[in-house]
């Protein structure tokens, strides 16, 4: 989806992108019944070591949409600490 929307507004200098974040501490997740084995899991097994926070997927959005991003597009940017699929 974001490659086809990047051909089609490219050339009106519009970058399209999109964010996948992976597990992010949020108060929904912390309320989940099983959250501690989540956390423990997610901070044994990503190679971060820990969940992400809210600031990480915002830092990363605030990222795609400034210049320092203008020759980005078309992509989806993991936010995951390095977990894919």
């Given at each position: 989806?974001?490659?086809?929307?990047?051909?089609?507004?490219?050339?009106n200098?519009?970058?399209?992108?999109?964010?996948?974040?992976?597990?992010?501490?949020?108060?929904?997740?912390?309320?989940?019944?099983?959250?501690?084995?989540?956390?423990?899991?997610?901070?044994?097994?990503?190679?971060?070591?820990?969940?992400?926070?809210?600031?990480?997927?915002?830092?990363?959005?605030?990222?795609?949409?400034?210049?320092?991003?203008?020759?980005?597009?078309?992509?989806l940017?993991?936010?995951?600490?390095?977990?894919?699929?």
């Amino acid at each position: 989806f974001t490659r086809a929307m990047a051909l089609e507004h490219g050339r009106n200098n519009v970058t399209v992108n999109a964010v996948a974040p992976g597990i992010i501490r949020t108060e929904m997740v912390e309320s989940l019944p099983h959250f501690e084995k989540i956390k423990a899991r997610a901070e044994e097994q990503l190679p971060i070591r820990r969940l992400g926070e809210p600031e990480d997927v915002a830092e990363a959005i605030l990222f795609l949409a400034s210049d320092r991003a203008s020759y980005i597009t078309g992509d989806l940017l993991h936010v995951s600490g390095g977990r894919y699929g």
